[in-house]
């Protein structure tokens, strides 16, 4: 597999997080689209450094990993607040954080 496969493989799981944020409604389905759009940047990270034969961008794409799934708690944290306050679960709903 050479680096133009892993950086087309990389591009397509961009746009289809990208496509995930932009048409979805449920707060849930845009975290999983920004999910995806994050995968993709650190497979693009990893098939750059192997092609280079070089290891930083492993580590890299591991802090990638770590920060991620930090924005996942704090997303889904938030989630549940909003969920709570406003009793919906669609993105163009929410227009306030009062309750």
Do not use: C, P
């Not at 932009?22 to 999910?35: D, K, M, Q, T, Y």
Request: hydrophobic residues 60%; aromatic residues 10%.
């Amino acid at each position: 597999m050479s680096l133009y496969h892993i950086l087309f493989l990389s591009f397509l799981v961009f746009s289809i997080g990208l496509f995930g944020v932009l048409s979805r409604r449920h707060v849930v389905g845009i975290l999983i689209g920004i999910e995806l759009m994050f995968n993709a940047a650190n497979l693009a990270i990893v098939g750059i450094a192997w092609s280079m034969g070089v290891l930083t961008g492993q580590i890299i794409a591991l802090f990638g990993i770590a920060i991620t799934a930090a924005e996942v708690a704090v997303g889904l944290a938030l989630f549940l607040l909003v969920e709570r306050l406003t009793n919906t679960v669609y993105a163009d709903k929410i227009d306030t954080m009062r309750g």
